[in-house]
């Protein structure tokens, strides 16, 4: 194992082994079998479903991608997320 910290918090996709509301919208439910994304939440886990995992995903993804280049300059203002 690498001794890099990751940014990352545990996350999984894997399939729902029976129908449940996803975490992020209660109107969204998860049938058994979809594809879902889970991320660890102290001991347990939350769940979502494929298209809040989008959202989740597109959103982290950019906000990764804003505060790469901001280690490349000398000053640095706070980052608004
Ligand atoms: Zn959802």
């Given at each position: 194992m690498s001794r890099v910290k990751s940014l990352l918090i545990r996350v999984e996709i894997d399939?729902?082994?029976k129908a449940h509301n996803c975490q992020a919208n209660a109107t969204h439910r998860?049938?058994?079998g979809d594809k879902r994304l889970k991320v660890r939440?102290?001991?347990s886990w939350d769940h979502y479903?494929?298209?809040c995992?989008?959202?989740i995903i597109g959103r982290d993804i950019a906000t990764l991608q804003a505060l790469q280049p901001?280690?490349?300059t000398p000053?640095?203002?706070p980052i608004e997320t």
């Open positions: 399939e729902a082994k998860i049938e058994r939440n102290g001991r479903c494929i298209s995992a989008a959202v901001r280690l490349q000053y640095v203002s």
